[in-house]
């Protein structure tokens, strides 16, 4: 049962458009949820993340949406830029907004074109 | 960021054989450490929650006399995949929190049981 799901496993997108990644979960004891990023041979790095309290919340490049109603969030990445080509995974967490016990989606591989 | 350094990268053995994984966290204390295991195409799951000091949590259907988990101080813990047979060979991967909030995780370990 993939409680966290990522159902686009790679996108490409030109360099300075926005790049979008989805996640859908099924558990709506879900309070906390996080984006990783993962280059090759390395571990996930976290990126940004969003309580359940919110619906947006923003950091530089990056902005995440959360959808509770419709169990959908959304990772945005504007502009895009080559060294954002990486391995992007949602994960989520239902601890109290924290981010112990992590479910993971399988990931989205992102490639940002010239 | 804090680092988690994790060794070997990779490893291959022979099945019945035990593989060793290490996990320290170089600049910070973890008093919390998670193991999770990847099976290709699939997400990182979580086997198992390891406190400095104490036994291990052990996820649903993770053997726990089969993967040993060691915290013996707050910068490191082991992971211990003992009589490793061919369907053990995945990717495991350590992170290490301190206050719950972020996770910081290990590079990996490709394991290939022959």
């Known amino acids: 049962d993939q409680q966290v799901k990522q159902n686009s496993p790679s996108l490409s997108v030109q360099e300075g458009r926005i790049s979008i990644l989805n996640c859908d979960y099924t558990n709506s004891m879900f309070d906390y949820f996080l984006w990783y990023k993962k280059y090759p041979a390395e571990g996930p790095t976290f990126l940004i993340s969003i309580s359940s309290i919110k619906d947006k919340n923003e950091d530089g490049r990056f902005t995440v949406f959360l959808n509770k109603s419709a169990k959908h969030l959304s990772l945005h990445i504007v502009p895009s830029q080559p060294g954002d080509s990486a391995v992007y995974f949602c994960?989520?967490?239902?601890?109290?907004?924290?981010?112990?016990?992590?479910?993971f989606g399988t990931g989205t591989r992102l490639q940002v074109t010239l | 960021g804090a680092v988690v350094s994790q060794h070997p990268s990779w490893v291959i053995c022979k099945s019945g054989t035990s593989v060793k994984i290490e996990c320290r966290s170089l600049d910070f204390q973890a008093t919390t450490m998670f193991w999770y295991r990847q099976f290709p195409k699939q997400s990182l799951m979580l086997m198992a929650t390891?406190?400095?000091?104490?036994?291990?949590?052990?996820e649903q259907g993770v053997e726990k006399d089969k993967f040993l988990i060691n915290h013996a101080s707050l910068t490191l813990s082991t992971l211990t995949v003992t009589s490793a047979h061919p369907e053990d060979s995945s990717f495991y991967i350590c992170s290490a929190s301190t206050a719950y909030e972020k996770l910081f995780f290990g590079s990996g370990t490709q394991l290939s049981v022959l």
């Open positions: 390891s406190n400095e000091g104490s036994k291990a949590t052990y």
């Open positions: 994960a989520a967490s239902a601890q109290g907004g924290t981010a112990s016990k992590l479910t």
